[in-house]
C-alpha cells in the first residue's frame, strides 16, 4: 500500500501570499493518479486537481498542481480568505489511499 | 446537475451492522468508466477510502476492512449500498458517498462528494 505524507501539517499565511504543500508517496506511482482535494470546515472535500497537475472544472488558476514519481507539489499563487482550509493529496491508483491533510490558516 | 446524498442511521451499537444508500442524480452507474465511492472520516481526522464499484459492477475495497465491507449498486433506483458489518466506537466517522470517474483523463479521482452522514458508533 502506498502511504502518502503530507507537509507540513499546518501553514500560516496571509491573504496574498503563496502556499507550497507537499504531498510524499512511499514508493514511486504515476502522477496520473495523484489528486488534490480542499476541505472547509463542515463541508465534503471537493476535488481541486487531478493528475497531479490539470484542474478540475471551475478551479482557479491560482490552484496549481506538479511533480512526478514521490513528490507531490499543491501550490496556490495568491491565497484569497476562502482559500483557507485543510487540502488532502491522493493516489488513486492500486492504493486509493489520502494523506493526512494540510491546515492553511490565517496568520 | 450531478448530486449525492448519504442516508443511514446516525446511531449504532457495537457489534451491529451499518448499512448507508448513497442516492444520487445526474449521472448513471450503468454509463461505462463510472463509478461510486465511499469514504469517511472519524471527527478530526483525515479522510479514509473505504471501497468503490464501478459501471461493470467490479468492486475494490480497502484492504484493511475488506472482510467487514460490501458495496452493492441498483442502477435502476440510482443508489449505492454499502454495508460495515460488527461496527466499533472506532468506526464513528462521517461517511461520504462520490462520484468517480475512471475513464480518462480523470482515471479515478471523485469530482463530486455528498454532504456526508454522521453515524456514531455507542452502546
Known amino acids: 500500500e502506498i502511504v502518502l505524507t503530507q507537509s507540513p501539517g499546518t501553514l500560516s499565511l496571509s491573504p496574498g501570499e503563496r502556499a507550497t504543500l507537499s504531498c510524499r508517496a512511499s514508493?514511486?506511482?504515476?502522477?496520473?493518479?495523484l489528486a488534490w482535494y480542499q476541505q472547509k470546515p463542515g463541508q465534503a472535500p471537493r476535488l481541486l486537481i487531478y493528475g497531479a497537475s490539470s484542474r478540475a472544472t471551475g478551479i482557479p488558476d491560482r490552484f496549481s498542481g506538479s511533480g512526478s514519481g514521490t513528490d507531490f507539489t499543491l501550490t496556490i499563487s495568491r491565497l484569497e480568505p476562502e482559500d483557507f482550509a485543510v487540502y488532502y493529496c491522493?493516489?488513486?491508483?492500486?492504493?486509493?489511499?489520502f494523506g493526512q491533510g494540510t491546515k492553511v490558516e490565517i496568520k | 446537475q450531478v448530486t449525492l446524498r448519504e442516508s443511514g442511521p446516525a446511531l449504532v451499537k457495537p457489534t451491529q451492522t451499518l448499512t448507508l444508500t448513497c442516492t444520487f442524480s445526474?449521472?448513471?452507474?450503468?454509463?461505462?468508466?463510472?463509478?461510486v465511492s465511499w469514504i469517511r472520516q472519524p471527527p478530526g481526522k483525515a479522510l479514509e477510502w473505504l471501497a468503490r464499484i464501478d459501471w461493470d459492477d467490479h468492486k475494490y475495497y480497502i484492504t484493511s476492512l475488506k472482510t467487514r465491507l460490501t458495496i452493492a449498486k441498483d442502477t435502476s433506483k440510482n443508489q449505492v449500498v454499502l454495508t460495515m458489518t460488527n461496527m466499533d466506537p472506532v468506526d464513528t466517522a462521517t461517511y461520504y458517498c462520490a462520484r468517480t470517474l475512471a475513464a480518462a483523463p480523470v482515471l479515478g479521482a471523485s469530482d463530486f462528494w455528498g454532504q456526508g452522514t454522521m453515524v456514531t458508533v455507542s452502546s
Open positions: 514508493q514511486s506511482f504515476s502522477s496520473s493518479y
Open positions: 491522493q493516489h488513486y491508483g492500486s492504493s486509493r489511499t
Open positions: 445526474g449521472f448513471s452507474l450503468s454509463t461505462s468508466g463510472v463509478c
